[in-house]
């Protein structure tokens, strides 16, 4: 069937991508994949393609559908997640806390990594969810936006509360109520994603920056800042440096944010748009500083002194990747259980030092203390309450929206 595709990825930014596959830790191959999905929200398997098909558009909601509940006679759950997403013991192999979850629960979790990018799962799915039928897992992670969208569809089992004790009340306060799944009814947070403002010391050579239109305005930093070609992200930012709020923003909030963009790269302010590959540029000093993403400056800061980050005072924009259990899934109530077990605070201290991004789940820090000091005390991973005071979700788009803004973006990036 014919696809409609107006935001593919250039050989350009494919390239980028490909580049940053080959270095640095295996969580950045899943961030870099991550965010060129998330930029390509109309790629193949997209709004176009969906009423090509012949499937209904998002916006259209029609209520999930639920199958027969096999849990108790079958004690399994099928777990679809994105690579390098969850805890391995020492030896690189097994998993912790899923093997924690089956011998306490006597449940098997059937865990697949096989979650490489959100529109080519999409892709994958969308045949046996569109028709009625099992997808053959009883879990999935998907980027916020792809989530709204499949829930808008009715392609998401509602969740029972009473199966979801600890995650209804451990779920920390700034993913309770995304205006996509309001009071969480059909998801729950894995891990959030932070985009805030990170700076190389060396490079930026006493040059102060604390804001946004420091990035854009100040000529001393000329040719040397990077934002992201992800446009929630950098639109985001802008939007809340001009005092606008992300969630509520109208057409004209997004093209003067637009505008203000487009005067810096008139004036060669920005260096250039960029994927995941901006960690080379940054702890190169070829970026004095850019927008970021938390779950990469841990790593950063890790390995280089001289990489640190800051919230500006306006705010930052957090996105999530969630849990969902498909229509027609076989086990929903096996599914639930491995969800609310994550938002236990010894499992979900455990996942978050390994992967390093922001935790969901409120009373963590003493069992995260236990493992790992230095991440604990780590706002990119335990937000504390000022930081999380300052997060900001963009907020969801129609169809309409999403092909205009993303088609705006692209004409100022040059994709």
């Known amino acids: ?26 969580a ?14 109309l790629a193949l398997g997209g709004i176009g393609a969906l009423g090509a098909c012949g499937i209904p558009p998002a916006g259209r909601s029609q209520g999930g559908e639920s199958a027969e509940d096999h849990s108790a006679k079958e004690r399994t759950v099928a777990f679809s997640n994105w690579t390098e997403y969850m805890d391995v013991d020492d030896g690189g192999k097994r998993h912790p806390t899923l093997e924690e979850f089956t ?56 969740l029972d509360p009473a199966n979801l004790p600890h995650a209804y009340t451990n779920l920390s306060a700034q993913f309770r109520n995304p205006d996509w799944d309001p009071g969480r009814a059909y998801s729950y947070p894995w891990t959030g994603i932070s985009t805030v403002i990170a700076y190389n010391k060396k490079a930026l050579d006493g040059v102060e920056v604390r804001t946004v239109s420091d990035l854009l305005d100040n000529p001393k930093l000329k040719g040397r800042v990077g934002v992201l070609s992800e446009m929630r992200d950098t639109v985001g930012m802008v939007l809340l440096d001009q005092g606008k709020d992300p969630e509520r923003f109208t057409d004209d909030d997004y093209d ?30 070829d970026f004095a500083a850019c927008i970021a993403w938390a779950g990469d400056v841990v790593q950063l800061k890790a390995d280089s002194p001289d ?7 306006s705010g930052y924009i ?3 990747d969630v849990l969902l259990v498909p229509s027609k899934a076989r086990h929903k109530t096996n599914a639930e259980r491995l969800i609310d077990y994550y938002y236990e605070p010894k499992p979900a201290a455990e996942l978050a030092a390994y992967i390093n991004y922001v935790c969901p789940v409120d009373g963590v820090k003493a069992e ?8 604990a005390n780590n706002p990119l991973i335990l937000p504390d309450r000022d ?29």
Request: hydrophobic fraction near 40%.
């Open 28 to 41: 950045l191959t899943r961030r870099s994949l991550l965010r060129a999905s998330a930029g390509g929200a």
């Open 1 to 26: 069937m014919e696809q409609y595709e107006p935001d593919r990825l250039s050989p350009a930014q494919l390239a980028a991508v490909r580049r940053s596959l080959t270095g640095g830790r295996a």
């Open 307 to 313: 990489i640190d980050f800051l919230i500006p005072d």
């Open 387 to 415: 930081m999380a005071a300052k997060s900001h979700a963009f907020r969801s788009l129609s169809s309409e929206e999403e092909t205009a803004y993303e088609a705006k973006f692209a004409k100022l990036t040059g994709a």
């Open 368 to 375: 995260l203390e236990k493992i790992d000091a230095d991440a």
């Open 318 to 320: 957090t996105s999530t």
């Open 103 to 158: 011998r306490r629960t006597g449940i098997e979790v059937e865990y697949t990594e096989d979650i490489n990018d959100n529109n080519e799962f999409f892709g994958k799915v969308k045949p046996q969810l569109a028709a009625g039928q099992d997808t053959g897992r009883d879990i999935i992670v998907l980027t916020d936006w792809l989530a709204a969208r499949l829930i808008r569809l009715g392609w998401v089992q509602k």
């Open 256 to 285: 003067a944010a637009v505008a203000r963009l487009q005067k810096a790269v008139d004036r060669g302010q920005i260096r250039r748009f960029t994927g995941n590959d901006y960690t080379s540029d940054l702890t190169s000093g």
